[in-house]
């Protein structure tokens, strides 16, 4: 199973840019496949990013295309978030997300606040 624990959330101004990491735990990450999800007040929860578990294929929301860049370094067991130009609308609590066959594992969030 894959243990995971988000970090890097805070508060930033429109335009800014926040780097959130993603840290495993657990044999298996190397072999997930990894996704940022996100949260806002009164929505469902949306998929932000995903990337395969050597790296070699990332997708993108629509919304944050060209603006996000999810990465992995399978070696420190971290999975990051890059985010650039950042919106108010991006404002929300972060998941990470890692999927091994069956297993399925969700860390606690952290909080994204884009505010002037």
């Known amino acids: 199973q894959v243990q995971l624990v988000e970090s890097g959330g805070g508060l930033v101004q429109p335009g800014g840019s926040l780097r959130l990491s993603c840290a495993a735990s657990?044999?298996?990450?190397?072999?997930?496949?990894m996704a940022w999800y996100r949260q806002a007040p009164g929505k469902q929860r949306e998929l932000v990013a995903t990337?395969?578990?050597?790296?070699?294929?990332?997708r993108y929301a629509e919304s944050v295309k060209g603006r996000f860049t999810i990465s992995r370094n399978n070696a420190k067991k971290t999975v990051y978030l890059q985010m650039n130009s950042l919106k108010l609308e991006d404002t929300a609590v972060y998941y990470c997300n890692g999927k091994v066959g069956a297993l399925d594992s969700w860390g606690q969030g952290t909080q994204v606040t884009v505010s002037s």
């Open positions: 657990g044999s298996m990450f190397s072999r997930a496949a």
């Open positions: 990337i395969t578990w050597s790296g070699g294929d990332t």
